[in-house]
């Protein structure tokens, strides 16, 4: 999976002098390691979609489940841009399409830890699919001004840095399949930038924005399965 690489402006390589946070936020914040990752595609411009944003609104209430919503822009055709939208993120689907060997992309769709996907699931299921114990040693700490992750990966990664808008946002949708709907999101992607985690670039810090929160996923290069997450909340 590629992406968009993170700049030098966003990103430094920093001395592993800093302290290490806590293995979990305070309650009610999402875990710094969760032990799930859930990514739901989804659009304010589809029907069957308002459900599947319900139930990933419910999965975030768990301390421990990094829940993120992507707008994809491939209904827009049908008479409402998506406010939340991105090329990006259309693109990020479909890299996981190419990695499933799916046919088609869709809206809703679920992705669990990178490995599963469905238009629906149960809490059952998602819990059934938690991240690997072991990781790649990710992990998430604060140097001075700066949010920063660090990993030592042994095998062939791929890494992304999410940016995500905390909580949840109502969106009053005017037209299209859910015209005259007021759609509430959980989590809301904003920027997925690529990490060039490798020997050398074993750690990249951003200065935080206000309402933001942060996602490191570590993906396995060739299945696009999350092999460790962490996530900063500021």
Same mark, same amino acid.
């Given at each position: 999976?590629?992406?968009?690489?993170?700049?030098?402006?966003?990103?430094?390589? $920093?001395?592993?002098?800093?302290? =290490?946070?806590?293995?979990?936020?305070?309650? +009610?914040?999402?875990?710094?390691?969760?032990? %799930?990752?859930?990514?739901?595609?989804?659009?304010?411009?589809?029907? =069957?979609?308002?459900?599947?944003?319900?139930?990933?609104?419910?999965?975030?209430? /768990?301390?421990? $489940?990094?829940?993120?919503?992507?707008?994809?822009?491939?209904? /827009?055709?049908? +008479?409402?841009?998506?406010?939340?939208? /991105?090329?990006?993120?259309?693109? #990020?689907? !479909?890299?996981?399409?190419?990695?499933?060997?799916?046919?088609?992309?869709?809206?809703?769709?679920?992705?669990?830890?990178?490995?599963? %996907?469905?238009?629906?699931?149960? @809490?059952?299921?998602?819990? +059934? $699919?938690?991240?690997?114990? *072991?990781?790649?040693?990710?992990?998430?700490?604060?140097?001075?001004? =700066?949010?920063?992750?660090?990993?030592?990966?042994?095998?062939?990664?791929?890494?992304?840095?999410?940016?995500?808008? !905390?909580?949840?946002?109502?969106?009053?949708? @005017? #037209?299209?399949?859910?015209?005259?709907?007021?759609? #509430?999101?959980?989590?809301?992607?904003?920027?997925?930038?690529?990490?060039?985690?490798?020997?050398?670039? !074993?750690?990249?810090?951003?200065?935080?924005? *206000?309402?933001? +929160?942060?996602?490191?996923?570590? %993906?396995?290069?060739?299945?696009? !399965?999350?092999?460790?997450?962490?996530?900063?909340?500021?």
């Amino acid at each position: 999976m590629t992406y968009k690489t993170l700049s030098h402006s966003a990103v430094s390589l $920093m001395v592993l002098f800093a302290a =290490s946070v806590s293995t979990f936020a305070v309650a +009610g914040e999402t875990a710094a390691k969760p032990t %799930h990752v859930v990514e739901l595609f989804t659009s304010q411009g589809c029907s =069957s979609c308002p459900p599947a944003n319900r139930f990933a609104t419910k999965l975030a209430e /768990d301390p421990n $489940m990094l829940v993120l919503s992507y707008g994809v822009t491939y209904w /827009d055709y049908l +008479g409402w841009t998506d406010t939340f939208g /991105d090329p990006e993120f259309t693109k #990020r689907q !479909k890299d996981y399409r190419d990695a499933f060997g799916a046919a088609n992309v869709y809206t809703p769709q679920l992705v669990l830890g990178g490995s599963a %996907h469905s238009p629906r699931y149960s @809490k059952k299921d998602v819990a +059934g $699919m938690a991240l690997p114990t *072991q990781g790649v040693g990710l992990r998430t700490y604060v140097d001075g001004n =700066s949010i920063c992750f660090a990993a030592s990966p042994t095998s062939t990664v791929k890494a992304d840095i999410v940016t995500f808008t !905390k909580g949840e946002q109502e969106v009053d949708v @005017k #037209r299209g399949e859910n015209g005259g709907r007021k759609l #509430r999101l959980t989590n809301v992607v904003t920027d997925v930038s690529e990490w060039n985690l490798d020997v050398v670039h !074993k750690e990249a810090c951003i200065t935080p924005e *206000q309402g933001k +929160g942060y996602a490191a996923l570590i %993906h396995d290069a060739s299945s696009a !399965k999350i092999l460790d997450a962490a996530v900063n909340n500021n």
